[in-house]
């Protein structure tokens, strides 16, 4: 029998006291109301997360139960497709800053998530996080300050991201390599000594290594611009939740752009890598060669999660900047415009002081 349940993407909870939006207080589970500080509890999942077997969505996309609609907006200038719940006080692209218009909201598809990492620092922490470091940075041009500085455009944002866990099976043939030391001697006359040099001695290896690979994350956003940085794409996922919509509450949620199948090829090839590192671990030796692998993965599945990011974004001078800070961990980074004179002016006094520290030493 097919259960008709609530829509579990879009599950809007207003305050029993003043009937304002709640929305979810990063670092907590719970729900709170701006207006009037009532807060309710998020009850823990009864269910744990729900790893999906990833055979059946990749042979009939579409088609699958753990699908659901829900509100979409596209962004025309750089192709984000976002879902926004904060009261549509600010209908701006999170990447690119463009307005967008509610009107041109669409149902959507998505595969549900099946975890989410809730934001463990506020907006204003990650805010102040944002300020120190736009500080301290060397060579800004003094408008930066002003331009980027507005706490209204720190906005946090639920990331895409895919997940694979899978069993991983190789057989494997190549070769172990063992070094040795020969004696040889160099120059001639006076010049005349011996060194050590380097050999490798080959035997031939063959064998199958297996285990388990756990959360492979691929990232499921196709920014061309904007792109989350590497530096702070890094979350500690053993603090992931069952999904629960309310933790979207008050934040943008990105839907992936990179389909599930492309970010299965992109966890194979990792899968490959992983497979590699512990072929050579079986091998041994100083050295390895590995002639050929045959890499088989079993019993496959998937999760599609939600990731916490802030995001700022500015215009300087027509270019676009964007800062990010980790949700979980508080790292930042971003990009930056130098100051073409403070560079200036700061080569020229090093060239003073060096020329300076010559004529006195003459
Ligand atoms: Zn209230
Ligand atoms: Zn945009």
Not at 155 to 165: E, K, M, N, S
Not at 267 to 289: H, Y
């Amino acid at each position: 029998m097919e259960e008709i349940s609530p829509k579990k993407s879009e599950l809007k909870k207003s305050c029993v006291n003043c009937g304002a939006e709640l929305t979810y207080a990063p670092g907590t589970t719970e729900l709170k109301c701006d207006y009037c500080g009532h807060t309710e509890t998020i009850a823990p999942s009864e269910n744990g997360f729900e790893e999906l077997e990833l055979k059946p969505y990749l042979e009939k996309m579409g088609s699958q139960k753990h699908s659901e609609e829900i509100t979409m907006l596209h962004c025309k200038n750089c192709g984000a497709n976002q879902h926004i719940e904060e009261n549509y006080k600010s209908l701006s692209c999170i990447y690119c800053g463009s307005p967008l218009i509610i009107e041109d909201a669409y149902k959507e598809e998505w595969i549900l998530p099946g975890a989410v990492l809730p934001f463990q620092i506020d907006q204003k922490k990650a805010f102040q996080i944002f300020k120190k470091w736009v500080d301290g940075l060397w060579f800004a041009p003094n408008n930066l300050k002003k331009a980027a500085l507005d706490p209204e455009k720190t906005r946090g944002l639920y990331a895409p991201y895919w997940t694979f866990d899978a069993q991983l099976y190789a057989d494997y043939t190549g070769q172990r390599g063992e070094y040795y030391y020969v004696t040889k001697t160099v120059g001639s006359g006076k010049n005349k000594r011996t060194v050590q040099e380097r050999r490798t001695r080959w035997y031939p290896a063959s064998g199958s290594v297996s285990g388990f690979v756990d959360d492979t994350l691929i990232k499921a956003s196709n920014q061309k611009t904007g792109v989350i940085p590497q530096k702070i794409a890094r979350w500690n996922l053993k603090m992931l939740k069952p999904f629960d919509s309310s933790y979207l509450a008050g934040f943008v949620t990105e839907k992936y752009t990179i389909p599930l199948l492309e970010g299965h090829l992109e966890s194979n090839k990792i899968a490959e890598q992983i497979a590699d590192s512990w072929i050579r671990r079986d091998i041994g030796g100083d050295t390895q060669q590995v002639t050929s692998t045959d890499m088989t993965l079993s019993e496959e599945t998937f999760k599609h999660v939600l990731l916490p990011v802030y995001v700022s974004t500015y215009r300087f001078k027509g270019k676009r900047y964007n800062f990010f800070v980790n949700g979980q961990s508080g790292v930042i980074s971003g990009e930056r415009p130098y100051s073409f004179w403070k560079i200036f002016f700061f080569v020229l006094a090093i060239l003073c002081v060096i020329g300076l520290i010559y004529l006195f030493s003459k």
